[in-house]
């Protein structure tokens, strides 16, 4: 396999505060690679400093051997790379298929002008995006839901929708962002089914910051363990978990894990 994504010695300070300190570690091309810790640990300012959020302070990342530190944040799109956040970022008086068609926008070459009153080149791209969003749609079994308002649907759909809307921007790299965050077992066990499906069907690679432990070992190759930006270890998430140092940094106790049904 391929390293698609390099981070060597990646530092992170703010405010004074050193929030990830010589971060290193490589992800395969078709990896899924997660990122675990407690609260605190630096996940998400390390998934921030990846999405070009925030400006690292030092170290390299590259993505298929580009320097993303150079990359504006709203490059990274036409460079393959989506993202999903923890909070929904969905618009609910908008239908299902119109939420997922905006992560195609980036593809579009209509101006603003153009594609305000909806004519010409603006209503032919618009109608390709929603034609080839349609089978994203499916993948991730949207199809009921398509012309329903996002306000009316329950949470677990909404967290899908944005999943789809994510691959609708056509990614090899899917960053996301506790996908599990507000769901109960039933639904984070759907979920997992439907990111493995997508991911299969659609050549990603994936890194995700994940609290869920039984949906970490599910899905995921190997996990980075962090601790008050320290890296403790990368391994199979089922020897990760039970490595003493991640029992006293992260779990505090025994280990048990829970699994989560095939």
Known sequence: ???????????????????????????????????????????????????????????????????????????????????????????????VVDNVVLGRHHLMRSGLMTGSVWFGRARREERLARQECEPIIDLLGLGTYAHRPIADLPYGIKKRIELARALAMKPRLLLLDEPAAGMNDDETSDLADWILTAKRELGLTVVMIEHDMGLVTRVSDRALVLDFGQMVTVEAPRVAITDPRVIAAYLGGAVDVVEVPR
């Open 1 to 95: 396999m391929t390293a698609l994504l390099e981070v060597d010695d990646l530092h992170l300070s703010m405010g004074g505060l050193n929030i990830l300190n010589g971060i290193s570690f490589t992800v395969e091309d078709g990896e899924f690679f997660a990122v675990i810790g407690p609260n605190g640990a630096g996940k998400t300012s390390l998934l921030n400093v990846l999405s070009r959020v925030y400006q690292a302070t030092s170290g390299s990342v590259r993505f298929d051997g580009v320097s993303l530190l150079d990359q504006r944040r709203s490059r990274l799109a036409s460079l393959g790379i989506a993202r999903t956040f923890q909070n929904l970022a969905l618009f609910e008086h908008m239908d």
